[in-house]
């Protein structure tokens, strides 16, 4: 005899499949000490609010490579893209702002600023680079510098977070790294269709920043692609059944000063 779904289950599959369909979202809005520094501007965004899904690249195609650093690739940017480097004092506190698509907030949309099935972590890298608006980004070296993932207790992940504040998520810049001009890569990883890979979604945008101030601590860095596999735990898991009790964020520890 075939197997056979439950009916709650047979529910569920059609509820996932329906969200990786529409529940989309963009980083779009940056703020640094609480000034808005206006929409778009000195962030690298698509017009598509897709995901990507391959954490790695086979070499035969470069925008693969591009496409786990900062987007662009199977997402195209939207044109023109920004030519502003945003000044970030070091030990600055920022604010990511995340919609649904380029229109921004809108309250009558209930997947904005993403739907609420798409559970996961919110995180943010920092990675110097010659010139904040060069095109070629590969090779950077990054070093993350904040996470929200799960908290047991309360059943509730980052993008829960992020939900609650209208799109929006505040970390510091570490006070002690070199001035210079960075990339910020914050991304959401959501895992609502993870259990088998590829399955979680990944959004990221990349803004362009000069660091005033720090100092001269040099933390140790990854490389994307490199920092994750579609084997970490943190990517492929079931978020449903049995209850996650831990979640490991995935890629390196949080750098602190």
Request: charged fraction near 10%.
């Given at each position: 005899?075939?197997?056979?779904?439950?009916?709650a289950?047979?529910l569920?599959?059609?509820?996932?499949s329906?969200?990786n369909?529409?529940?989309?979202?963009?980083?779009q809005?940056?703020y640094?000490n609480?000034?808005?520094q206006g929409?778009?501007?000195?962030?690298?965004?698509?017009?598509?609010?897709?995901?990507i899904?391959?954490v790695t690249?086979?070499?035969?195609h470069k925008?693969?490579?591009?496409?786990?650093i900062c987007?662009?690739g199977i997402?195209?940017?939207?044109q023109?893209?920004?030519?502003?480097?945003?000044?970030v004092?070091?030990g600055?506190?920022v604010?990511a702002?995340?919609?649904?698509?380029?229109?921004?907030?809108d309250?009558t949309d209930?997947a904005d600023?993403?739907?609420s099935s798409h559970?996961g972590p919110v995180i943010?890298?920092l990675?110097a680079?010659?010139n904040?608006?060069?095109?070629?980004?590969?090779?950077?070296k990054?070093?993350k510098?904040w996470?929200?993932?799960?908290?047991?207790?309360?059943?509730?992940w980052?993008?829960?977070?992020l939900?609650?504040?209208?799109?929006?998520?505040?970390?510091d810049i570490p006070s002690?790294?070199?001035?210079?001009?960075?990339?910020?890569?914050h991304?959401?990883?959501?895992?609502?269709?993870?259990?088998s890979y590829?399955g979680?979604?990944?959004?990221?945008?990349?803004?362009?920043?000069?660091i005033?101030g720090?100092?001269?601590?040099e933390?140790?860095?990854?490389?994307f692609?490199?920092a994750?596999?579609?084997?970490?735990?943190?990517?492929?898991?079931?978020i449903?059944?049995?209850?996650?009790t831990?979640?490991?964020?995935?890629?390196?520890?949080?750098f602190?000063?």
């Amino acid at each position: 005899m075939a197997p056979t779904l439950s009916i709650a289950t047979g529910l569920l599959l059609f509820s996932i499949s329906g969200f990786n369909c529409f529940a989309h979202t963009i980083f779009q809005e940056l703020y640094v000490n609480g000034v808005d520094q206006g929409q778009l501007n000195g962030i690298r965004v698509p017009d598509y609010d897709g995901p990507i899904t391959d954490v790695t690249s086979n070499g035969e195609h470069k925008h693969l490579l591009v496409d786990i650093i900062c987007n662009g690739g199977i997402n195209p940017y939207h044109q023109p893209i920004s030519q502003t480097i945003v000044p970030v004092p070091a030990g600055a506190q920022v604010t990511a702002e995340w919609h649904h698509t380029l229109a921004g907030a809108d309250p009558t949309d209930p997947a904005d600023p993403i739907d609420s099935s798409h559970k996961g972590p919110v995180i943010s890298y920092l990675a110097a680079i010659p010139n904040a608006t060069q095109t070629d980004v590969t090779g950077l070296k990054w070093f993350k510098i904040w996470e929200d993932g799960y908290i047991a207790s309360n059943q509730t992940w980052g993008v829960d977070r992020l939900i609650a504040n209208k799109g929006k998520v505040t970390f510091d810049i570490p006070s002690c790294i070199p001035a210079g001009q960075y990339l910020l890569r914050h991304e959401i990883i959501a895992l609502h269709a993870a259990s088998s890979y590829p399955g979680a979604q990944f959004y990221m945008e990349c803004a362009q920043l000069q660091i005033t101030g720090g100092g001269n601590t040099e933390p140790s860095t990854v490389s994307f692609p490199g920092a994750y596999a579609g084997t970490d735990p943190g990517v492929t898991i079931n978020i449903y059944y049995p209850p996650v009790t831990n979640y490991t964020v995935p890629g390196p520890d949080v750098f602190t000063c």
